[in-house]
């Protein structure tokens, strides 16, 4: 081997050995979480999570389409419905939660003034915003204001 080609190897040689070192004490590996699509269930059923809470907690969880007189013990969560399209299905649940079932109610639920009759609870209009950009959004209750009729006991 001529010194020419020694000269040469080493000229190449040195920053490119200089540079697989930046380069492999420059970066690392790490493992991503790519979240991925829903399946089964889960993508069909908004509540999915909550029900398998439910079951861990060990209760017994159901999603209903269709209103169905439950045992007096259950609480029915209700996401979307207009309060006043079916008098008999309206009427079933006034009866059962008046019996000892509890009832949770969805902003997105439709009453007007027959829901608002029924359990004392009216919509309200959003609170305005403060002006200035700190300024705080409004808290979660904001859309329902409860009226207690006299005699009605504060639990819930």
């Known amino acids: 081997m001529s010194r020419r080609t020694i000269t040469w190897a080493v000229a190449l040689g040195v920053p490119l050995v200089w540079l697989m070192y930046w380069i492999a004490s420059n970066t690392y590996w ?9 399946r089964g269930e889960a993508a ?13 907690l060990g209760g017994r969880a159901t999603r209903d389409r269709t209103f169905s007189v439950p045992a007096p013990d259950a609480v029915i969560v209700l996401s979307t419905w ?25 902003g997105t639920v439709v009453g007007g003034k027959e829901f608002a009759r029924w359990s004392g609870i009216q919509a309200s209009e959003r609170p305005r915003r403060p002006a200035g950009r700190d300024a705080e959004p409004p808290g979660p209750c904001f859309r329902f204001l409860e009226q207690r009729r006299a005699g009605q006991s504060g639990a819930v």
């Open 30 to 38: 790490a493992d991503t979480i790519v979240p991925m699509p829903l």
């Open 82 to 106: 207009n309060w006043n399209l079916s008098a008999r299905r309206r009427e079933a649940l006034e009866r059962w939660v008046e019996s000892g079932g509890r009832l949770v109610v969805d």
């Open 44 to 56: 069909t059923n908004p509540y999915y999570a909550a029900q398998r809470f439910v079951v861990a």
